[in-house]
């Protein structure tokens, strides 16, 4: 007999939404995390598609506990000045008129706490060095504990929610970087910035500095998350070192550098490299990919948390359908068929927005195109107008294409 039903390799929102979904399903899961949590991560902005998914997962009181800001809309700053603000109330679902920016350090440790209540063993500062298993077949892993020792533990079913890691790609391969969205970033949090008010305070601000680079502005408990994305390849244009790369690209725009005039910058300047890619592969026999291991999308419009929470929910629905049904070697290939089709659609909008001949202001002035932009920035996928919008702008890639 396997040690656990599942084990989870990875303690981030992916990793503790699908092992708390499958132990509410009555199955035995373990959890392994290397960091110590509370731990440091970027990633701030919710969509408000993730209400239900949290919902789920009976953490939306506590979201209210925690002095996160809420969010009622995103804005867009041309170098040329604001565009129209975009209200999470235009979409039909009163449960998604407003979501929370979240303090991922606080968001994260809250959802692995909540995978302990629902009964996950939870193991932090324990790294997963290796899979066990043959010909493609997973069976267990390999951790190791931070005094050293190392076990193998068995399971019916291991989930890598190693986010950008991937240990299974790392591994085996099968990760494929998306053209043209090969980006790198540059983050701190400021004390004293010039907040809107009323609902527009806790607003998600995009200020695009020219087609290829773009701030955000995502309003904290206390501070303000201010990042830059730009091509990696072209990012020391703005400085040498992390801090004087976001101090330049802030002064370049001048929208944004006003609110900071009384800023202090209460954080180091952290820089990642964010290629936006996907795995071949979300799953075989006895394993499957959840949240950054299945793949991740350029942050302009805030969908990595909805997409892996989304993953999460149908990687535990297949986990619990095979298990309860008794199969002996549990096959998830393909089990992420809908997050693939969400994954695609939100892949079509971030290309629109980095490309020079493409206007949303143009596409926004058709009401129905408006509406499933509100959708799609919402996180809703698949409504009429979410896929109206999307053929619309893939209709316009074909159409410049044969220019
Ligand atoms: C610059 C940038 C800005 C972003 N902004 C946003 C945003 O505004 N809104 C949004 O929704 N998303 C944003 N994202 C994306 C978001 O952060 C991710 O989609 C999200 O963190 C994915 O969650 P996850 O659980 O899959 O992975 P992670 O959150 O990365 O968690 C993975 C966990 O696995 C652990 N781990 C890794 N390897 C091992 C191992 N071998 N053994 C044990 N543990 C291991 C890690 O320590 C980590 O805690 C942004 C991303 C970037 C790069």
């Known amino acids: ?76 700053f041309s170098p040329t000045g604001p565009t129209k603000p975009f209200y999470f109330s235009e979409v039909s679902d009163p449960r998604m008129h407003s979501t929370w920016q979240v303090l991922r350090s606080d968001f994260d440790a809250m959802l692995l706490e909540n995978a302990k209540r629902a009964g996950v063993e939870t193991h932090t500062q324990t790294e997963i060095f290796d899979l066990c298993g043959t010909n493609g077949t997973v069976t267990g892993v390999k951790i190791r504990r931070s005094d050293g020792g190392e076990e193998t533990v068995t399971a019916r079913v291991v989930v890598d929610a190693t986010g950008q890691n991937g240990l299974v790609t790392r591994q085996h391969g099968g990760r494929k970087i998306i053209d043209g969205l090969q980006n790198a970033s540059v983050f701190a949090h400021y004390h004293n910035v010039a907040l809107d008010t009323g609902i527009d305070a806790g607003s998600t601000l995009i200020y695009r500095i020219d087609n290829e680079s773009w701030l955000w502005f995502i309003p904290l408990p206390d501070v303000v998350s201010i990042g830059l994305v730009t091509p990696a390849k072209t990012i020391s244009r703005f400085g040498k070192s992390p801090a004087s790369i976001l101090e330049t690209a802030i002064d370049e725009s001048e929208p944004l550098r006003s609110r900071l005039e009384k800023a202090d910058r209460t954080t180091e300047v952290r820089a990642v490299r964010d290629y936006s890619y996907r795995s071949e592969r979300d799953g075989g026999e006895g394993w499957l990919l959840i949240g950054d291991a299945v793949g991740f999308i350029d942050p302009i419009y805030s969908t990595g948390l909805f ?87 893939r209709a316009f890639f074909d159409k410049q294409m044969m220019l």
Request: negative net charge; proline residues 6%; glycine residues 10%.
């Open 307 to 393: 997409l892996t929470l989304y993953s999460a929910e149908l990687g535990a629905a297949a986990i619990t359908e095979q298990l309860q049904g008794g199969a002996s070697t549990p096959n998830f290939s393909g089990y992420s068929k809908d997050y693939q089709k969400a994954f695609e659609q939100f892949l079509t909008l971030v290309q629109a927005f980095y490309r020079e001949d493409f206007h949303f202001g143009t596409l926004a002035k058709n009401p129905a195109h408006r509406q499933g932009l509100i959708d799609l920035l919402t996180g809703v996928v698949g409504t009429p107008e979410a896929n109206e919008v999307t053929q619309a702008i």
């Open 1 to 76: 007999m396997p040690d656990f039903d599942v084990v989870v390799i990875g303690g981030g929102p992916g990793g503790s939404s699908v092992a708390t979904f499958v132990a509410q399903a009555g199955h035995s899961v373990a959890l392994y995390e290397k960091a110590t949590f509370p731990r440091f991560i970027v990633g701030e902005s919710l969509v408000p598609a993730c209400n239900l998914p949290l919902e789920k997962l009976g953490v939306l009181e506590q979201m209210d506990e925690q002095r996160f800001p809420r969010k009622h809309g995103v804005q867009f």
